[in-house]
């Protein structure tokens, strides 16, 4: 799971309702269909193969990661599926060692300056000219060449600004704040078109624009040393598996786990755990007859910023988006230290993953509530429309993304019962007894259980 503080994509908290819903009895053949699933399901498997991966971090773009991907690759391909090892681009930033600011006639002032991931070193002195917002007008037919612009925050990203001041010729860029607080700010992206930026606070900032206004010139000094930007390569692995022709009803489901890990941690919860029940999946249902094409899919560079599954949904072809039913995903499913079983979804609404979950669950083992969350590989799925969820312990064990993320915390318990239940509601679309979700709109029927909404903690 991604840690808070890179999550850019804002899921803001919202009102939080207890909510009931009922729901018609359960059919009973689908207690029978069930049975084949979990009868097939070997803990053991899931288990060893979470041991495997976790003797190292699997940090996304190093050989370790590679070693696991083509293990899992390896494994794909044996229980007969068709198999892709997806290559994409990521970007690892290294802050600068050095980010300084001066300005003549602010002697002692210490502007604590700050730099912008993605932004670019430099050694510059020059005239400072205010620029207000940064946007195209503001820099319409200004010669900066030489100069330092002082932007204010607002309207535009830091890296529009950044480009139309650079684009009208100036050399540097500060960045003062429109609110209280730091500016801890990103760029997005590397781009070969910035020039060295800072970003200071609200005060200082508007006490240089009003000496400026005031006809005073300043000249301004900016250097950033040490900023890195390194290309590396990650990848997904994709196991397909298509129906039989005559039986198909053009549906997709996509069952997904992160096997790359955060650095110094072996990632044996985060996210072998996933990964591996994924794996299991894929050879349980590797013989089962279908009518919907199955995806397992597992996503490099999760922990950089669902990097990998970003790249997987920008891949997809707009009638594949369409015929993606449900995206499961497994995020840290097998800690014998976090707490019970929840599906979280983007927006914070149930869907029909969340219904067929809640309904397997509800055959199988009890109750699973949902609740609002990002922070995983279901967010590109979720901004496509495609109904996705995070299935994932919570509140999430004491060492999360740490050394300590071992496999001697691994339950067997906690993994069954995931394999089971996700495994269950996979199967429920995807046998063929059971209607074309989009065609007939037909919502397989859970028993009666409760909804209940859950903070991730
Ligand atoms: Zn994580």
Redesign the pocket.
């Known amino acids: 799971?991604?840690?808070k503080s890179i999550v850019s994509l804002a899921v803001t908290s919202s009102l939080v309702f207890g909510m009931t819903a009922a729901y018609a009895a359960a059919n009973p053949s689908d207690h029978a269909f069930d049975n084949k699933i979990v009868k097939r399901i070997k803990v053991d498997n899931i288990y060893k193969t979470i041991e495997l991966l976790s003797k190292e971090p699997r940090v996304a773009g190093t050989p370790a990661e590679d070693k696991a991907v083509e293990y899992i690759a390896k494994q794909f391909k044996s229980f007969g599926y068709n198999t892709e090892i997806q290559p994409f681009e990521m970007f690892q930033y290294t802050s600068p060692t050095t980010v300084e600011l001066s300005v003549d006639g602010f002697v002692d002032t210490d502007f604590a300056p700050d730099s912008f991931t993605y932004g670019a070193n430099g050694d510059v002195t020059g005239e400072l000219v205010y620029i207000g917002l940064g946007g195209p007008d503001d820099v319409d037919g200004l010669d900066l060449s030489g100069k330092v612009a002082l932007v204010k925050r607002g309207s535009y990203t830091f890296a529009e600004k950044i480009l139309n001041a650079a684009g009208a010729g100036a050399e540097a860029v500060i960045l003062f704040n429109n609110t209280s607080g730091g500016i801890n700010g990103t760029l997005g992206e590397p781009s070969d078109g910035y020039v060295p930026a800072v970003a200071i606070g609200r005060d200082l900032g508007e006490q240089l624009a009003d000496r400026l206004a005031a006809g005073e010139g300043l000249t301004a000094h900016v250097k950033i040393a040490g900023a890195k930007v390194e290309r590396q390569t990650s990848h997904n692995v994709i196991a397909t598996k298509k129906p039989n022709p005559n039986k198909d009803t053009g549906q997709i489901v996509i069952v997904g786990a992160h096997h790359d890990s955060?650095e110094g941690g072996p990632g044996a919860n985060?996210?072998a755990s996933g990964t591996a029940t994924v794996l299991e999946l894929a050879r349980v249902l590797s013989n089962m007859p279908i009518d919907t094409e199955l995806r397992f899919i597992t996503f490099g560079a999760e922990?950089n910023g669902l990097v990998g599954s970003y790249a997987y949904a920008e891949s997809l072809t707009e009638d594949e988006i369409d015929r993606i039913v449900a995206q499961f995903q497994m995020d840290m499913v097998g800690s014998r230290d976090a707490g019970e079983l929840i599906m979280y979804t983007v927006d914070g609404e149930k869907n029909i993953v969340t219904d067929l979950g809640a309904a397997a669950g509800a055959r199988l083992s009890g109750v699973v509530n949902y609740g609002q969350e990002g922070r995983s590989d279901h967010v590109p799925f979720a901004e496509l429309g495609i109904p996705s969820a995070l299935f994932i312990h919570a509140p999430v064990e004491p060492w999360?993304?740490t050394p300590e993320d071992t496999i001697d915390k691994i339950s067997k318990d906690k993994l069954q019962q995931v394999a089971e239940i996700v495994g269950a509601a996979v199967y429920q679309i995807a046998r063929p007894d059971t209607p074309a979700l989009k065609n007939a709109r037909v919502a397989p029927k859970p028993v009666d259980y409760e909804f209940e909404e859950r903070e991730l903690e």
Do not use: A, F, S, W
């Open positions: 799971m991604l840690r955060v985060d996210d922990e999360y993304h």
